[in-house]
């Protein structure tokens, strides 16, 4: 899962990068940023990475210099949460309380508030977001063939022999490979993806030792992924 996170680039939003990022990571997750490469609007790239991503943290905490008035926040920030409300993406607006609070377009939306004097209370809470969103887009992917899983993966997952890795590809982008616990259930071996985007294409590598056995980049559709 590609979660965007999108947030102030100065010194007093440090802490998102020192504590919300490893634990969008603890979750196997991957960060996505629109760096610090624009100013008050947004370039056409970084509207392309929050449409790439899974889901979008947005971080409305206070701009605080001579020439911002009081309550204000960062305008790409807005822009990134209203780009993830109309995909229909999963986000969640995490809102400083000196920051103004007429709601706009995250009006009945859940939001976590932000007290700097209680941040444990909000990183526990974008963890509870975090559990959320990983709980509702798993998706269970059978390796095919069924005879060669049973005869012979089985055998070397049994002995706890295997690695997984998996990597998917939406367009010409193409995640990091990210890793999966082969899952004996009935009627063969399985493994557990984050849910991609829809027309995403997914290849998975299953090793031991020097043997590796992959399967093409296949859609999703059929739930069953077949190895060479």
Not at 145 to 169: G, M, S, W
Not at 192 to 217: C, F, M
Request: proline residues 3%; negative net charge; glycine residues 8%.
């Amino acid at each position: 899962m590609k979660i965007f996170v999108a947030y102030g680039y100065n010194d007093r939003d440090k802490w998102i990068e020192k504590m919300v990022f490893p634990l969008i990571e603890a979750f196997g997750s991957e960060v996505e940023t629109g760096g610090i490469t624009y100013g008050m609007k947004i370039s056409d790239a970084v509207r392309s990475k929050v449409r790439f991503s899974d889901a979008l943290i947005g971080f409305t905490t206070e701009r605080v210099s001579p020439s911002d008035a009081d309550g204000q926040t960062h305008r790409w920030v807005i822009e990134e949460l209203a780009i993830a409300g109309d995909d229909k993406k999963p986000f969640v607006e995490v809102r400083e309380i000196a920051v103004d609070q007429q709601d706009g377009m995250t009006a009945g939306y859940q939001r976590i508030n932000y007290d700097e004097n209680a941040r444990d209370k909000c990183l526990v809470e974008i963890v509870q977001a975090l559990g959320l969103w990983h709980s509702s887009n798993i998706v269970q992917v059978q390796l095919l063939p069924k005879d060669f899983a049973r005869d012979d993966l089985r055998p070397l997952h049994n002995q706890k022999l295997l690695t997984c890795e998996y990597v998917i590809k939406t367009g010409n982008h193409q995640t990091s490979p990210k890793t999966a616990d082969i899952q004996r259930i009935k009627g063969g071996l399985f493994i557990d993806i984050q849910q991609p985007e829809r027309n995403a294409l997914i290849q998975i590598n299953i090793k031991h030792g020097t043997t590796v056995w992959s399967s093409d980049y296949e859609s999703l559709d059929s739930y069953g992924i077949h190895l060479e």
